[in-house]
């Protein structure tokens, strides 16, 4: 039924995100799918508030990204499972979005904290990449 299965993580938040994550290993193997599992380095936005930062700052971070969500794959994916990591950088809920699409992903499985006052005001990432998916959408819950 899926054969591609896309896995936004929060390095921050591995509580959340490694329930997540095993919903997602256990569901690569009862589809025998493709799992690929993503972290989003949010941009710095206006130029004004990169100009606080050191030069390469941007760069770094996403390096350091890129050696974090190794290890954690590595410490997390068994090897009968097919993962591969990918980091984005962005505004979060629009590059889980674009590389849903540009995988061809048939589900996504992602974490959401129960919703407090303001989310139901701003919306959380997990809600609008619920309602902007073209793919169907499981939230694991804390």
Not at 51 to 62: D, I, N, R, S, T
Not at 110 to 134: C, I, Q
């Amino acid at each position: 039924m899926f054969k591609t299965i896309l896995v936004p993580i929060d390095l921050a938040e591995p509580d959340s995100s490694g329930r997540a994550l095993n919903a997602a290993i256990q569901m690569a193997r009862d589809y025998d799918a493709t799992m690929h599992v993503v972290t989003v380095v949010p941009d710095m936005g206006m130029s004004i508030v990169g100009g606080y930062f050191p030069e390469g700052f941007e760069q770094k971070a996403l390096d350091e990204t890129k050696a974090r969500l190794k290890a954690y794959l590595e410490d997390l994916v068994p090897g009968d499972v097919m993962a591969k990591g990918h980091v984005m950088h962005g505004g979060i809920y629009e590059q889980i979005l674009q590389i849903a699409d540009q995988l061809s992903a048939d589900l996504i499985v992602m974490a959401s904290h129960r919703p407090a006052m303001r989310d139901y005001l701003l919306g959380p990432n997990a809600a609008r990449v619920v309602r902007h998916a073209k793919q169907s959408v499981l939230v694991v819950r804390e």
